[in-house]
């Protein structure tokens, strides 16, 4: 039989013989939940709560196709969206820093086979598979897989860095871990914050608070710099409004204020999961920039992350001087594009 006829002949049995099911949230998120606690890529933007808010927002339903796939006692998610025959992970680079599949350890061979199969059954011409880290599976199995048992043409490309730092036990031994300048010039810059009034750190966790404090995060966000300005359309300010009063509703996010003599002087939001603490933005007040009240209201989110027994600080996407200067390490994203 002629190859193409028989390629042609062998899909046609897929599609009579599969049942391909596709699932909305609801359905799905105890089992996603469960299945991301035995993820490598276990990450808050991996998780149902953040990906149904961004889809609530962004993506229309028909789009959408978030499959199930048993692996014997366990299972895995493929949480994919198909618009203009390119099939792309759920979420956007601009507010999801990491995404990938959904699959337990150990059993990432067996995922990537059946969820291949599945996919070669849609109508698309390409898979772009954006913010991958470097640690992810995906990179070299999935890949390999396309590759070699779909014949699919494969394509990896350096995205982006995303810097963090394990954090170790206390505050004092952070101070003591930078290199020798970025340690000095780290007390040098409090102290002389100090000698100008008053400082004080504010840390809002509660729903109610956050509620009410969030405008002022979102002010000194669009005063510290034009892109952020203009990144902070009322889509995505409405985005972060319902991602901030969700999470915290869950105890995962906390909203950060830096005062200077009872003025917030800097902003800080971000989310503890997993034992991480996640840096998701920022913003400051330009008047007050000579006195560094950006880099000091981050490196006081370190030290609230040390003291509540966070393992790893991770500023997310990203090479702001700032995160290196107070210990950050850098970690590749990758995306990666398949094409039939």
């Given at each position: 039989?002629?190859?193409l006829?028989?390629?042609?002949?062998?899909r046609?049995?897929?599609?009579?013989?599969?049942?391909?099911?596709t699932?909305?949230?609801?359905?799905?998120?105890?089992?996603?939940?469960?299945?991301?606690?035995?993820?490598v890529?276990?990450?808050?933007?991996?998780?149902?709560?953040w990906?149904k808010i961004?889809c609530?927002?962004?993506v229309?339903k028909?789009?959408?196709?978030?499959?199930?796939?048993?692996?014997?006692?366990?299972?895995?998610?493929?949480p994919l969206?198909?618009?203009?025959?390119?099939?792309?992970?759920?979420?956007?680079?601009?507010?999801?820093?990491?995404r990938?599949?959904?699959?337990?350890?150990?059993?990432?061979?067996e995922?990537?086979?059946?969820?291949?199969?599945?996919?070669?059954?849609f109508?698309w011409?390409?898979?772009?598979?954006?913010?991958?880290r470097?640690?992810?599976?995906?990179?070299?199995?999935?890949?390999?897989?396309?590759?070699n048992?779909?014949?699919?043409?494969?394509?990896?490309l350096?995205?982006d860095?995303s810097p963090?730092?394990?954090?170790?036990?206390?505050?004092?031994?952070?101070?003591?871990?930078l290199?020798?300048?970025?340690?000095?010039?780290?007390?040098?810059?409090?102290?002389?914050?100090?000698?100008?009034?008053?400082?004080g750190?504010?840390?809002?966790?509660?729903?109610?608070?956050?509620?009410?404090?969030?405008?002022d995060?979102?002010?000194?966000?669009?005063?510290?710099?034009?892109d952020?300005?203009?990144?902070l359309?009322?889509?995505?300010?409405?985005?972060?409004?319902?991602?901030?009063?969700?999470?915290?509703?869950?105890?995962?996010?906390?909203l950060?204020?830096?005062?200077?003599?009872?003025?917030?002087?800097?902003a800080?939001?971000g989310?503890?999961?997993?034992n991480?603490?996640?840096l998701?933005?920022?913003?400051?007040?330009?008047?007050?920039?000579?006195?560094?009240?950006?880099?000091?209201?981050?490196a006081y989110?370190?030290?609230?992350?040390?003291e509540?027994?966070?393992?790893?600080?991770?500023?997310?996407?990203?090479?702001?001087?700032?995160?290196?200067?107070l210990?950050?390490?850098?970690?590749?994203?990758y995306e990666m594009?398949?094409?039939?």
């Open positions: 039989m002629n190859r006829i028989y390629l042609g002949y062998s046609a049995l897929k599609i009579l013989n599969r049942n391909i099911s699932y909305n949230f609801d359905e799905i998120t105890s089992d996603w939940e469960v299945a991301l606690e035995k993820s890529v276990n990450s808050i933007f991996m998780t149902p709560l990906q961004w609530n927002q962004f229309e028909s789009n959408l196709k978030i499959l199930r796939l048993p692996l014997n006692a366990d299972l895995g998610i493929a969206m198909i618009k203009n025959g390119t099939i792309s992970l759920i979420g956007s680079t601009d507010l999801f820093d990491y990938d599949f959904v699959v337990p350890r150990g059993l990432e061979k995922f990537y086979i059946a969820i291949l199969d599945q996919i070669d059954l109508d011409k390409s898979i772009k598979l954006s913010s991958i470097e640690d992810s599976p995906t990179l070299n199995t999935f890949a390999s897989i396309a590759k048992n779909m014949g699919y043409d494969i394509q990896i350096e995205e860095v963090g730092m394990n954090l170790p036990n206390d505050w004092e031994e952070f101070i003591s871990n290199p020798k300048k970025d340690r000095h010039e780290l007390r040098r810059k409090i102290r002389r914050l100090e000698r100008y009034g008053e400082v750190f504010q840390v809002l966790t509660n729903s109610a608070d956050v509620k009410i404090n969030i405008s995060f979102f002010s000194l966000m669009k005063k510290s710099r034009l952020k300005a203009e990144f359309t009322d889509e995505r300010e409405s985005f972060f409004r319902t991602i901030s009063t969700e999470l915290s509703n869950i105890n995962q996010l906390r950060y204020f830096l005062e200077l003599n009872g003025i917030r002087v800097a800080t939001l989310f503890e999961y997993n991480n603490f996640y998701y933005n920022s913003g400051y007040d330009p008047e007050y920039s000579s006195l560094s009240v950006g880099l000091i209201s981050k989110c370190i030290k609230d992350a040390i509540n027994e966070m393992t790893y600080f991770d500023f997310l996407r990203g090479s702001e001087s700032y995160k290196y200067h210990g950050g390490k850098d970690k590749l994203l594009i398949i094409n039939r």
